[in-house]
């Protein structure tokens, strides 16, 4: 995309390079024209009454017309009315056609716009006025108007000096403008500290751009301050319910138990590790946001860590009723923070468990530099309005709220894809959910470079 400046400073000299042409081109052709309309007519009627004051006398009317192409560089010739040329000095005139000539015999002015100014005119005697013959005139090729490729080169003289010129002024205009739109790009982005800078000159000033720039900051100000409230808020309480569900297990364990609290007491213990992965889903999604890049990346093998998740979902109470299987491929590595990538990865089998149906299967390959790990099921699926919405926090889609075959309400609390996609996020990666094969189920892609990034979501 063009720079602004570029656009302001070629809107410049494109406007001018419009305006000089025209004002050029209308210049000379306007003159010739005016010449030829004006000058020539008039010249011309003055030159026969100078001639008629010598046209009884040779000798003299030989000389008057010698003078007046030497004064005014005139190429002239005097014609008696049988046609016959009496006098004549400068270059050779063309003829008069004979509508020409009648028009001269009955008194009348003729112009020819070739050459230029040609023009004849009657001669009058002083005395009776009545027409005794006619001169012709015209300027000879010295005194042509200057061709158009003069003005021309003056034109593109002058641009050359106003483009130099108005450089400056129109990276001044658009510098404002585009810092602006280079703050706007990195806030939305994800760099909340990002703010438009203003030049010394611009920011004592209270034009629309200066306002603009102030308003802009002053929103990122008041975005930043909320958003780290918001996540300060989380993992604080996040990290303060740590304690009381400690007592809470300690207190369970050292409970009395009767005969028919065992299931209660399963239930109790479901609720409290539930709601213990989402405190330490809430710190691990604050952490992610903090800090930006994964702690501890190094080498990690694909295959063996889907393998290892199958194996933990047939022993894991939540999900061992419902097959999960590992596709068979080629070994896949890549380098990761393995940790993050497990969880994000137990989550998106945990929700096939929760909301799919079997089969479950898990796949990894290699999409040119890029790792791509799947994990899909039989299931409804999700609908295409819920696909972007469910990886917000703590969304949760009609199907979350509806009980299972069971009779049981699917547990949930809208985290897991939240995270899931923040640690695709920090890989330098991303997250995307579609249908199944044959269109039928749901489809989550996890898409990760196999080389770590440099820089942080």
């Excluded at 007046?68 to 016959?84: E, K, N, P, Q, T």
């Excluded at 020819?112 to 015209?138: L, N, Q, T």
């Excluded at 998740?309 to 491929?329: F, I, Y």
């Amino acid at each position: 995309m063009a720079r602004l400046h570029s656009r302001i400073y070629l809107h410049f000299l494109g406007v001018l390079l419009v305006v000089a042409v025209t004002t050029g081109v209308v210049f000379v052709l306007g003159a010739r024209e005016a010449f030829r309309r004006e000058m020539a007519p008039r010249m011309t009627r003055h030159l026969a009454s100078l001639v008629g004051e010598r046209l009884g006398d040779p000798a003299a009317l030989a000389a008057r017309l010698q003078q007046i192409h030497d004064d005014l560089h005139l190429a002239v010739r005097v014609r008696d009315l049988s046609g016959r040329v009496v006098a004549a000095a400068g270059d050779e005139l063309p003829s008069l056609t004979t509508a020409e000539e009648r028009d001269v015999r009955a008194g009348r002015v003729v112009v020819r716009p070739r050459p230029m100014g040609f023009a004849a005119a009657p001669i009058r005697d002083p005395s009776s006025g009545a027409v005794v013959g006619f001169v012709e005139g015209a300027v000879p090729r010295p005194m042509h108007a200057p061709p158009l490729w003069r003005p021309l080169l003056v034109v593109a003289l002058a641009l050359l000096v106003v483009a130099v010129a108005t450089r400056p002024l129109a990276q001044r205009i658009s510098r404002p403008v585009e810092r602006l739109t280079d703050a706007a790009r990195r806030l939305g982005g994800g760099d909340l500290s990002a703010r438009a800078p203003a030049d010394g000159a611009h920011a004592r000033r209270h034009d629309e751009i200066t306002e603009l720039t102030r308003a802009f900051n002053e929103m990122a100000e008041r975005v930043e301050r909320l958003v780290r409230a918001e996540k300060d808020l989380l993992a604080n309480v996040s990290h303060e319910l740590r304690s009381p569900l400690a007592r809470i297990r300690v207190a369970l364990a050292l409970l009395p138990r009767a005969a028919g609290d065992e299931r209660l007491v399963r239930d109790v213990e479901r609720d409290l590790a539930e709601l213990d992965r989402l405190v330490e889903d809430v710190l691990t999604t604050a952490r992610l946001e903090a800090t930006g890049l994964p702690a501890r990346l190094g080498p990690v093998d694909a295959r063996p860590l889907l393998a290892e998740l199958a194996e933990r979902a047939r022993h894991d109470p939540l999900t061992a009723a419902m097959p999960v299987s590992v596709d068979d491929g080629p070994a896949v590595t890549l380098t990761a923070d393995e940790a993050l990538l497990r969880r994000a990865l137990w989550n998106l089998v945990e929700n096939a468990v929760k909301y799919g149906a079997p089969p479950i299967t898990l796949s990894a390959s290699l999409d040119g530099e890029r790792v791509v790990f799947t994990v899909s099921d039989e299931g409804p699926g999700v609908a295409p309005g819920d696909r972007e919405r469910v990886f917000a926090p703590f969304y949760r889609a009609d199907s979350a709220r509806t009980p299972d075959p069971s009779g049981e309400t699917r547990r949930g609390v809208g985290l897991g894809l939240t995270l899931a996609r923040r640690v695709a996020e920090v890989h330098g990666g991303a997250i995307a959910i579609g249908p199944g094969a044959a269109a039928r189920g749901c489809r989550v892609t996890l898409t990760i470079p196999r080389a770590p990034v440099t820089s942080s979501a």
